[in-house]
């Protein structure tokens, strides 16, 4: 059976907690182990933080949307934004590429979300926004089953 969650709020920095908590409360229905559970949550905070700092440059005013999907053992994420867009998603997609230098961003937020994650697709247009999709198949967590 499939279960569904959709949220959305304010591209404001101090929001990302909030992504990150509800996500996780939502997907601690399927009993993830705790590096499965940490490893989403750090996902949700790397494309928040991405929506809020580069597809809105910080304003207030936009909004960010996520969706999740419980399929089975599966978890699908989809983060979306209607900010600026991404000029290349594949050099932007490379560890260490960052348009903000100056913010000390690391470039690496692509990168871990591809370690984390079985699948990430990302569609982005310019002047309309960023859609991140992904999904992660979680293992049984056998700490219970004994």
């Given at each position: ?76 994420l989809t983060i979306r ?15 260490l590429f960052t348009t ?26 310019q002047g309309e926004g ?17």
């Open positions: 059976m499939k279960n569904k969650m959709e949220i959305q709020f304010s591209a404001l920095s101090q929001n990302e907690s909030f992504a990150r908590i509800t996500v996780a409360a939502f997907i601690a229905q399927l009993d993830p182990t705790m590096d499965e559970l940490t490893e989403i949550k750090t996902v949700v905070s790397e494309a928040v933080t991405n929506s809020i700092i580069h597809g809105y440059e910080h304003d207030p005013n936009g909004v960010i949307y996520i969706a999740v999907i419980l399929d089975g053992d599966t978890v699908e934004d209607e900010g600026m867009g991404i000029d290349d998603v594949e050099e932007a997609k490379q560890p903000k230098p100056e913010l000390e961003r690391s470039g690496m937020g692509f990168t871990i979300m591809e370690n984390f994650m079985d699948e990430i697709h990302v569609i982005s247009h960023t859609i991140i999709r992904l999904k992660k198949h979680l293992t049984k967590n056998k700490a219970l089953c004994n």
